[in-house]
């Protein structure tokens, strides 16, 4: 069965700081991973997606993920963060079909000043 | 560029009750979901619709019930309301064997 563990349930970063939120999946076939995020109240933005070829894949909003078959890894990433980043963000890994989506329980970003 | 809609945003019922979700998608797809999602929990598949008159189960069906009359519509029924459903309910859809899904902005649900 498919899984995804999202270590950090809170992250609290200074506004301008580097991020990484941590993904790790577990898949039986070469998976396709997606990072959503979520603002309160709001529905799911597909930040980033993965499927095959390179490895780092960039996203909207100026982030990026590295996928790590090694590591069973698929983190993300952004260079300096802004407070409009504060939100949850959400792992996934699936083919579609009957399984759909598998979501990891999410991260909650806190942008302090 | 509606994609996928749902409605209504905003429910309050009373332990008992029934109402129906309802999602419609306008990009031709034929597998279409219904998610529930909960704080510290992400998102769980309640069902899933591969075409229409076809649904199978999720990951957390109890207490509900699907219908997919048609391609673009797939709607989530709740036939007496629990406490225990109080959630945000997301619809979803994809092309079979495509690589993205696309979600609706979700439904707000409070059983009171």
């Known amino acids: 069965a498919q899984s995804v563990t999202q270590p950090d349930i809170h992250i609290t970063v200074s506004e301008g700081a580097s991020l990484e939120l941590r993904c790790n999946y577990s898949?039986?076939?070469?998976?396709?991973l997606f990072w959503y995020v979520q603002s309160p109240g709001q529905g799911l933005q597909l930040l980033l997606k993965?499927?095959?070829?390179?490895?780092l894949v960039q996203g909207i909003k100026g982030f990026e993920a590295e996928f790590k078959r090694s590591q069973s890894s698929f983190n993300l990433r952004k260079p300096s963060v802004h407070w409009s980043d504060a939100a949850e963000y959400f792992c996934a890994v699936g083919r579609g079909g009957a399984d759909g989506l598998t979501f990891g329980k999410g991260t909650h970003l806190i942008i302090q000043p | 560029n509606a994609g996928v809609t749902q409605t209504p945003k905003f429910q309050v019922l009373k332990t008992g009750q029934s109402m129906t979700l309802q999602c419609a998608q306008d990009?031709?797809?034929?597998?279409m979901y219904w998610y529930r999602q909960d704080p510290g929990m992400g998102l769980r598949l309640i069902y899933y619709s591969a075409s229409e008159g076809t649904t199978d189960k999720g990951e957390v069906p109890n207490g509900y019930n699907v219908s997919r009359l048609n391609k673009r519509e797939f709607s989530l029924r709740l036939e007496s309301a629990a406490p225990s459903q109080t959630s945000v309910y997301f619809c979803?859809?994809?092309?079979?064997?495509?690589?993205?899904?696309?979600f609706g902005e979700g439904s707000w649900l409070t059983v009171v």
């Open positions: 990009m031709n797809h034929n597998s």
């Open positions: 898949y039986g076939a070469t998976p396709y």
């Open positions: 979803a859809s994809t092309q079979t064997g495509g690589n993205t899904i696309y």
């Open positions: 993965y499927f095959s070829g390179d490895t």
